[in-house]
């Protein structure tokens, strides 16, 4: 049984950064596609990065050029560094992780307890 749990959340100021992490019980990130995805009050859950499992990202166009994904396999951890941060990234932020290259889909398998970010 895979678990994921998220960290590195909080609250922040326009224009600050945060970085989230996603530690993984077992060694999944190196066979698997691994994303993060958030969901805002009210608004359906969406895709914000991936990495698939070649090893490419992928991020949804709202956080291009912000946003950075990255994994250490070594110690099972994923990664989201998020730059100049905008109100409309208040979210919550979910890990996920899956044997298929979900990439920004939603119907990930394996899922974190989600990590709550705020920015005003």
């Known amino acids: 049984h895979v678990q994921l749990v998220e960290s590195g959340g909080g609250s922040v100021q326009a224009g600050g950064s945060l970085r989230l992490s996603c530690g993984a019980s077992g060694s999944i990130y190196g066979d698997a596609c691994v994303g993060w995805l958030r969901q805002a009050p009210g608004k359906e859950r969406e895709g914000v990065a991936a990495?698939?499992?070649?090893?490419?990202?992928t991020y949804t166009y709202s956080v291009s050029n912000r946003f950075t994904i990255s994994k250490d396999n070594v110690k099972n951890t994923l990664y989201l560094d998020m730059n100049n941060l905008q109100p409309e990234d208040t979210a919550m932020y979910f890990c996920?992780?899956?044997?298929?290259?979900?990439?920004?889909?939603?119907?990930?398998?394996?899922w974190g307890q989600g990590t709550q970010v705020t920015v005003s």
């Open positions: 996920a992780a899956d044997d298929f290259n979900l990439q920004l889909a939603r119907h990930y398998r394996y």
């Open positions: 990495i698939d499992r070649n090893g490419y990202p």
